[in-house]
């Protein structure tokens, strides 16, 4: 199999009211364009903190080649990401095994999911299927495009196309009635859409090539960013989607309601912007960058505490990368950061190591967007290491 590392170059928006502006803090002119060196002790500690996950993994994986829930195959495609991305001594066959669990959930409409009745998004079908779909595509393998290619016609379907506020996002379920979309599910469509766009050239003569409405999803995108108007607190930060945040709401002094932008949502929000091919200059991405400067911390998922920390710093990384920021301003202390350094760092000391086999993992006591899952929370903590690993080597 061919190993591909994939990440993404920095391309890169504040509204208020219809117009936009620029925000106050913006990289510094003499801010290096290059990662800066990492001390070899932390480079060696990082790849020991991977091998020891990839361990814990490795144990893990059913005979089948599932992870964690079988109801969710992307819960089975993200650790098969991190051995993808890795040379762990049984990389082929955990990878061969993982694969063929993915393939076993292919459905005949094109998507990569399991019905689950009963709950809302039914079995998370665009989510699934769009890391899923990103995965497979990793593996550079010709015999997975058309599987890959069905797939990315079955998620860009879901794009909503009402007259709402839900217009050109996606939700959990391609065939939902329900007009409902967020940030979360169209951030893992818009990345799954630009990592896979190059198999387009491979579809055959005569179909009709699946894409999305770029346009669309920069819009509802920029929806859930917060205004000026929400105040210095909120203002450049993102929420869930355009009813709700997940770190709630609060009213100020005018009586207005404001929904709380927070951590996980604002890194979702920057990334999904550059993936719809907003410039990095662009007053929405830099104010993002700026509410991320004013808001930063690794104590935390800024807003939310421990709710979602993991995916957080997962996000962090990828945003961060894609942006092409290598240091964090920190106005008040005077001083920049180094992110890449600070983020492995934390997780290299937040990593539970197994006494009996030396292996390690990670796990979030609390439970809010399937954290306490260890699987999980492992395959986001390897995911992050190795995008700070992989640019750091480069």
Not at 237 to 244: K, L, Q, R, S, V
Request: glycine content about 8%; aromatic content about 10%.
């Amino acid at each position: 199999m061919k190993k591909i590392f994939i990440h993404c170059t920095a391309l890169s928006v504040l509204i208020t009211g219809n117009t936009i502006q620029a925000q106050s803090v913006s990289l510094p002119t003499s801010q290096p364009n290059t990662p800066p060196e990492m001390e070899q002790t932390l480079t060696n500690e990082i790849n020991a903190a991977i091998d020891r996950a990839l361990d814990w993994l490795a144990e893990r994986q059913r005979e089948e080649g599932t992870w964690s829930n079988r109801q969710h195959p992307a819960l089975t495609a993200l650790p098969a990401w991190t051995f993808i991305r890795s040379d762990h001594p049984k990389r082929d066959v955990i990878v061969t095994n993982a694969v063929q669990a993915l393939l076993d959930n292919v459905q005949p409409d094109g998507g990569i999911y399991r019905e689950v009745a009963g709950r809302r998004g039914g079995g998370l079908s665009n989510y699934n299927t769009a890391i899923a779909m990103t995965t497979l595509h990793s593996l550079g393998d010709p015999d997975l495009t058309e599987i890959i290619l069905n797939a990315r016609t079955f998620v860009s379907q879901g794009q909503l196309t009402g007259d709402d506020i839900y217009h050109g996002g996606f939700g959990y379920d391609v065939r939902s009635q329900e007009p409902y979309a967020d940030l979360m599910n169209t951030l893992q469509v818009l990345e799954a859409m630009r990592y896979t766009a190059d198999l387009e050239e491979e579809r055959p003569a005569g179909e009709t090539r699946a894409t999305v409405d770029w346009q669309a999803a920069e819009a509802f995108v920029s929806r859930l960013q917060n205004p000026e108007e929400a105040g210095e607190e909120h203002a450049g930060g993102f929420i869930y989607n355009p009813a709700e945040s997940k770190a709630g709401q609060e009213q100020q002094e005018d009586d207005t309601v404001v929904f709380r932008s927070y951590g996980s949502m604002t890194y979702a929000g920057l990334l999904a912007l550059i993936y719809a091919g907003v410039d990095r200059n662009d007053p929405r991405v830099r104010s993002a960058f700026d509410w991320a400067s004013r808001h930063w911390t690794l104590e935390e998922n800024p807003g939310m505490g421990a709710q979602g920390y993991f995916f957080f710093v997962n996000v962090l990384t990828r945003a961060l990368n894609a942006y092409g920021a290598e240091w964090i301003p920190q106005q008040e202390r005077d001083q920049m950061l180094n992110w890449r350094r600070e983020a492995a760092l934390r997780l290299v000391r937040e990593q539970r190591i197994e006494a009996e086999t030396g292996h390690g993992y990670w796990r979030n006591e609390d439970g809010r967007f399937w954290e306490n899952d260890p699987v999980l929370v492992t395959a986001y903590s390897i995911l992050a290491l190795q995008t700070i690993a992989v640019e750091q080597a480069q």
